[in-house]
Each structure stands twice: as C-alpha cells, then as structure tokens.
C-alpha cells in the first residue's frame, strides 16, 4: 500500500532555532519527492522537489535531504523564523502505471515558532 | 499571471442541498486536479482532468459527486446532497502538460474552498 507517513506531527521551537522533519515512505515506484508548506487556511506551495538521483537540495533556509534506498527524507529549517509557523506536509508521487503521476500526501508536521 | 483560483472560499450547505466548487488553473495549464482535505487528515486525491476528459477519478466519491473542465470556463467539482460528512476543504490544483510521458508536472495549488454542511 502506497503511503506517506511524517513524524513529528507537530513541533514547538524558539524562533533562531533549527529543526528537522521527517518522512517516510512506501510508494513505490517511485517518481519523485516533494516537501510543501502550507499556511492555516491556504492552498500547499511547493518548497522543494527531489528526483531518484538527487540526495540533497536546498531552499533558502529549507535544506531537503532523500534517501531513496531507505525510502526516508528529511527537511532541516535553519534559523526559524516566526513565518515558518505553518504545516510541512511531504508529497511522494508515483511514476507510470495504474497510478501515473498520483501525488500521495503525509499528513504533514504542523511546526510552530514562538518568539 | 494569476494563481489557481478557486470560489467561493467558503461555503455553507444545509444537508441535501447541492455544492458547487470552482476552479479556474493557472494560465497555460490544460490539467485540474482536485484533493479533499478533512480536518486532522491530509490531502486526498479525488480527480484528475484535462480539458473535456476524465483521466482519473478513482479517488472520487462513486456517488453524488461529479467533477468536469469544460473547453471554456472553470473546472466544477459538483457535490449533490451534501452530508455532513462531507464538510472539508476542497483545494484544486493544476499543472502544464508535461513533457515526461511518465510523470506529471509541478502541480499549484489554489487557496481552497472550505465547505461546511450544518
């Protein structure tokens, strides 16, 4: 069974401060792995977005990591910010088939910055 | 170049009555595809469409919901008889056509429409 599971589900830490998400995965076959942010009462934007081949890829102050032998990925946020309050919801989408392109989302890691 | 829009933002059904959710993609893209958000869960996938076909909609209700994306206007996903069960947040989201034949597209998400049945 295709799923996405993300640990924590939900996280407090002091602005300035690191923290990293994690997730894991059963989808299979694998196409590609992509984390979102997404605001209380808005639509997911995409913050990164990892293929097979790609170990690491950064964004800004969002650092994604993918290994794809033991189907875990990770996002590291570098010096929160009170913005960065939001939920982190990790996308697997599946290659081909029966479920060409079907996007198969966590439930994502509801991340909360205090001052 | 405008984002996903979707109206109304929110949207209040009393039960048995008919909902009606739209979704106008961004500019240049041919493909809608619409999740369903219920508190505390993910997003699902419900369908998958380009312009006047249904590519996928395996992950759709088989009753009382319906969705299409007509050669000109909105993407509707249809709700009829609402319960409240299906009180959730709707978001569409589309993308270009893609030119991997075995993958899709970065999808874009709309702000989402939010439905409560009382």
């Known amino acids: 069974?295709?799923?996405?599971?993300?640990?924590?589900?939900?996280?407090?830490?002091?602005?300035?401060?690191?923290?990293?998400?994690?997730?894991?995965?059963?989808?299979?076959?694998?196409?590609?792995l992509r984390w979102y942010k997404q605001d209380t009462g808005r639509g997911p934007v995409s913050l990164t977005i990892m293929t097979f081949s790609e170990n690491t890829k950064s964004n800004g102050r969002y650092t994604a990591t993918l290994d794809a032998d033991t189907k875990q990925s990770s996002l590291h946020i570098t010096a929160s910010?009170?913005?960065?309050?939001?939920?982190?919801?990790?996308?697997?989408?599946?290659?081909?088939?029966?479920?060409?392109?079907?996007?198969?989302?966590g439930r994502g890691t509801q991340l909360t910055v205090w001052p | 170049?405008?984002?996903?829009?979707?109206?109304?933002?929110?949207?209040?059904?009393?039960?048995?009555?008919?909902?009606?959710?739209r979704c106008s993609p961004m500019k240049g893209h041919s493909h809608v595809y619409w999740y369903r958000q219920l508190p505390e869960e993910g997003l699902k996938f419900m369908v998958y469409l380009q312009k006047?076909?249904?590519?996928?909609?395996?992950?759709?209700?088989?009753?009382r919901f319906s969705a299409e994306f007509p050669k000109e206007g909105?993407?509707?996903l249809r709700i009829q008889q609402v319960v409240r069960g299906d009180s959730?947040?709707?978001?569409?989201?589309?993308?270009?056509m893609s030119d991997k034949p075995?993958?899709?597209?970065e999808q874009?998400?709309?702000?989402?429409?939010?439905?409560t049945v009382t």
């Open chain 1, 1 to 32: 069974k295709n799923q996405v599971e993300q640990s924590p589900q939900s996280l407090i830490i002091l602005e300035g401060k690191n923290c990293t998400l994690q997730c894991n995965y059963t989808v299979s076959p694998f196409s590609n």
């Open chain 1, 81 to 105: 910010q009170l913005s960065d309050s939001a939920s982190y919801i990790c996308v697997v989408s599946a290659e081909g088939g029966s479920t060409l392109g079907r996007l198969y989302f």
């Open chain 2, 1 to 21: 170049n405008a984002g996903v829009m979707q109206n109304p933002r929110h949207l209040v059904r009393r039960r048995g009555q008919e909902a009606r959710l």
């Open chain 2, 52 to 63: 006047e076909n249904i590519i996928d909609e395996s992950g759709m209700p088989k009753e």
């Open chain 2, 74 to 76: 909105p993407s509707i």
């Open chain 2, 88 to 96: 959730a947040a709707y978001f569409c989201a589309s993308s270009r």
């Open chain 2, 102 to 105: 075995r993958e899709h597209s």
């Open chain 2, 108 to 115: 874009y998400f709309g702000p989402g429409t939010r439905l």
